[in-house]
């Protein structure tokens, strides 16, 4: 298992584990509550089980995903909380 | 038709009057790029009305059009993933659900995407509210090698499905004759009951019966409620408290607790995505095509490590250049117009009846010019509007944010927030209401804050009278020395409010990258409107207020000879020696300044008045109303002739060729009398500095729906304009640099 965010552009992995992502917000503008993030994602279809494939990690900024049939741009912080296994 | 007597109306009868009186109300339901606004505008055309939902700055589209002889009233829901309440468009689309009931809802689902999409589908369909599925972009599913068995899909849920490609206009027909068949016969297609496991569903029905027993059965969708509840759902809990109704929910979940030693809403978002993965697996074929998408090939490229920066920087100064050549000319022709002809014309009906002096004067110099003020924004918001929805539509937006997030990240803030900053070059106005395309709420604030230190064009004609005075010589740096000003004060104030103001982690970043799409002219012209209807009419009310209260503080008390004495000058007076320690204490310069409010090229304009004695009516031949109208059209053609050729040349109008007029070489004479060179530096840094204009203010008014932000914009600009201004000065002094 590694994270997500280590995978080179190009591979394809499966979704092992997906750790709580716990953010402080401190502004009332923002009504999330921590843990939500974690539903968040889930939500755009990036799931334990899940097969995705890395378009574009350029080792810095935010990573580009390819989940089912979608594109989905993602932090490199919130990648690193995710864990795959490599797939042949 | 009184709604008491509505109300008495119970079941059939009130079902069939409703069919006969009443529109019927669709609720537009899907993920984000789904195509629901596509399928919208194809079906509402320009009878769309877009708003905002209450309270917040999520827009809001409805249309009301008739079909098959009845009324349709259609609301675009905000794009989501899921009904649960992570974001504001969440709560927004299901708010809505819930409490307004619509007759039937229309889930518009991706079929390119189709698991993720029907998770979403799932969860609408807990709400038990008839609906009607529209598989859209149909197309590029079948091109994909993407077979769905819609009959399979409609046994399965129990409602209508129908295959569309909005972009073609494809299926549209056969939708809103489903939808108003599902209105006329709503019992025969509400959504079955996905079945979510022996567990969930007995502890969901035990809560079921005890909902059913109080008053909340008529207000909520029962299942759904006890999903909710279940899910320990925070707002719906806080709604409606569910220890004081009686019900005892843990008592419920309980066995659902310890059979799966995992927290129930993880419980229930395995079992949604249960049913939609099943779902998918039985309606869905697919045939791998090895065929890389056209998205895929250009992402490569456009998301280069190494290309990614330099293209977006390209794409960026395109949009730029176009939105301001484009306009220019137009914005030109504006302002010519209204101090030209349509002043003269002003001015001869009001002879015509004799008007007094003064009323003359409050019509052309208060409103008139406050009417110019507002139209020469006109082109500028509109091409700006244009180019934005563009990138938008076509799917680059997203893109952009991608690429520049590393870079914003310094001062806080997304990539995306790099494109309202580069905006407000141009114009700060258009700058915040592109700041919309941010989600975030948090990154909209700060990004608004940071926009007025960007140094628009229409600071420009003052540090181009002031710059011609004192630095002639070093005219092109001492320019550029504000601008870089402006971006490094953004930097350090961006790096000052991460840290005190909007502190706490930066906010998670996930987006779409939505495929490249080519936007319909149609739906362009359409989203360019709505959005510059709304600064047209919201902005020009205030503007005009502004104009004509200067107005009065500059021509009060009656009759006032010397400007000094008029109340504007008074107030100057006042406000002077808060100036002095900053290089400009006289009440000429703090009139100035304060007019300047209204749009920051006005402080030339005061000075103007105040400074030089107004030349004597130059008596030009009063033209006749039909050569003001020929001038009227004839200069409109060579706006557009110049617009246009504006797009294609890349060399552009230099906007620094200002008139030199004999008025503006007067002024400079005498501000050269009356500044130092280091004064004028402080003062042209003030006037970058100092609160944004009231067009402005508007804007972060209209995109916040509170005052709150235009405040703080307020209150640091000012402390900044002033601090910068002293330390200008004093350093300058110190250092015996032109003192």
């Known amino acids: 298992m590694l994270p997500l965010g280590l995978l080179v552009s190009g591979e394809q992995a499966e979704i092992m584990e997906i750790k709580g992502c716990k953010g402080a917000h401190s502004l009332d503008l923002e009504k999330e509550r921590p843990g939500d993030e974690q539903g968040r994602i889930e939500d755009m279809g990036i799931r334990v089980g899940k097969s995705v494939q890395m378009l574009n990690n350029g080792g810095r900024g935010p990573l580009l995903l390819k989940v089912d049939e979608s594109r989905i741009a993602m932090g490199r912080g919130m990648a690193m909380k995710i864990m795959v296994r490599r797939k042949g | 038709m009184s709604t008491m007597t509505e109300e008495r109306l119970q079941g059939s009868s009130r079902a069939a009057l409703r069919a006969e009186k009443k529109a019927i109300t669709v609720g537009v339901a899907g993920n984000p790029n789904s195509g629901k606004s596509t399928i919208i505008n194809a079906i509402a055309g320009t009878r769309l009305h877009v708003g905002n939902w209450p309270g917040v700055t999520v827009e809001k589209k409805s249309a009301i059009f ?44 991706d079929a390119t995407n189709l698991e993720r999409n029907l998770y979403l589908t799932v ?16 197309d590029e599913a079948e091109k994909r090698g993407h077979t769905i068995n819609r009959r399979v899909m409609e046994d399965m849920l129990g409602v209508k499905v129908i295959p569309t490609v909005a972009t073609k206009k494809i299926g549209l027909d056969d939708l809103l004759k489903s939808l108003l068949e599902v209105a006329e016969n709503p019992s025969a297609h509400c959504p079955k009951h996905l079945n979510y496991g022996d567990d969930i569903e007995s502890a969901a029905k035990m809560l079921e019966t005890q909902i059913g027993l109080t008053p909340l059965a008529e207000k909520y969708p029962p299942r759904w409620l006890a999903f909710k509840l279940m899910e320990g759902d925070s707002q719906v809990s806080g709604e ?28 229930m978002a395995d079992a949604r995505y249960a049913q939609a993965f099943g ?23 456009v998301l280069n490590r190494v290309l990614g920066i330099p293209i977006f920087l390209a794409a960026m100064w395109f949009v730029f250049k176009l939105t301001f050549d484009v306009s220019k000319p137009f914005a030109d ?28 004067s409050l019509v052309t110099d208060g409103v008139m010019a406050g009417v110019g003020s507002v139209l020469v924004f006109v082109p500028v918001i509109f091409a700006m509007m244009f180019f934005i929805t563009f990138l ?9 944010a991608f690429v520049m997030d590393r870079a914003m990240h310094t001062i806080g803030l997304h990539g995306k927030s790099f494109i309202p900053m580069l905006l407000g070059f141009g114009c700060n106005v258009p700058a915040i209401y592109a700041t919309r395309t941010l989600e975030n709420p948090k990154d909209k604030a700060l990004t608004a804050l940071l926009v007025p230190l960007m140094s628009c064009g229409a600071r420009l004609p003052v540090y181009v009278v002031f710059i011609g005075a004192f630095f002639s010589a070093h005219a092109g740096t001492v320019l550029w020395s504000l601008y870089v000003m402006g971006i490094v004060l953004a930097i350090i104030v961006g790096i000052c ?23 319909s002219f149609k739906s362009l012209m359409i989203h360019t409107w709505e959005k510059g209807k709304h600064f047209l009419i919201k902005a020009g009310t ?42 400009f204490g006289n009440w000429e310069a703090a009139s100035s300044l304060i007019s300047g409010v209204i749009a920051k090229e006005i402080v030339v304009g005061t000075m103007g008045e105040i400074y030089v004695a107004k030349p004597e009516d130059e008596k030009k031949n009063p033209s006749t109303f039909s050569e003001d109208l020929k001038e009227v059209g004839t200069s409109f053609v060579h706006a557009a002739e110049d617009s246009a050729a504006n797009v294609f040349s890349t060399v552009g109008i230099s906007s620094l060729s200002s008139k030199e007029d004999e008025k503006r070489a007067g002024l400079k004479a005498v501000i050269q009398k009356t500044y130092t060179p280091l004064s004028a530096y402080a003062f042209v840094a003030f006037v970058l500095l100092y609160m944004p204009c009231v067009v402005v203010a508007i804007a972060m008014r209209q995109e916040f729906g509170t005052w709150k932000w235009f405040g703080i914009a307020f209150v640091y600009q000012m402390t900044l304009a002033w601090g910068v201004a002293f330390l200008i000065y004093h350093g300058g002094k110190l250092l015996g640099i032109g003192g």
């Open chain 2, 66 to 109: 008739e079909y098959g002889g009845r009324k349709i009233r259609i609301v675009d829901l905000p794009g989501t993933y899921s009904l649960s309440p992570y974001t504001q468009e969440e709560i927004i689309a299901r708010d809505y659900l819930i409490h307004e009931k619509p007759d039937v809802i229309l889930n518009v689902v």
């Open chain 2, 123 to 138: 969860q609408v369909m807990e709400l038990g509210i008839p609906t009607v599925v529209a598989l859209n972009i149909y």
């Open chain 2, 240 to 267: 409606i408290k569910p220890d004081d109704s009686g019900l005892s929910v843990s008592k419920a979940v309980g066995h659902l607790k310890t059979a799966h030693d995992s927290d129930i809403e993880s419980i």
């Open chain 2, 279 to 301: 779902l998918t697996r039985e309606v869905l074929q697919k045939t791998e095509s090895g065929n890389i998408e056209l998205t895929e090939r250009i992402d490569r490229i």
């Open chain 2, 333 to 360: 022709w504006m302002s010519a117009m209204t101090a030209g002809p349509f002043k003269g014309w002003a001015e001869a009906i009001l002879g015509l009846i004799r008007a007094p002096g003064w009323t003359v």
């Open chain 2, 392 to 400: 938008e539509g076509s799917g680059y937006m997203a893109r952009a």
């Open chain 2, 497 to 519: 409010f991460k840290k005190t103001l909007f502190k706490g982690e930066a906010p998670m970043f996930i987006m779409e990258l939505p495929p490249y799409r080519r936007p």
């Open chain 2, 542 to 583: 205030y503007i005009l207020a502004v104009s004509i209260l200067i107005w009065f503080l500059l021509n009060l008390p009656w009759g006032v000879e010397n400007k000094k004495d008029s109340y504007l000058g008074k107030v100057g007076q006042i406000i002077a020696p808060v100036l002095e320690p900053i290089g």
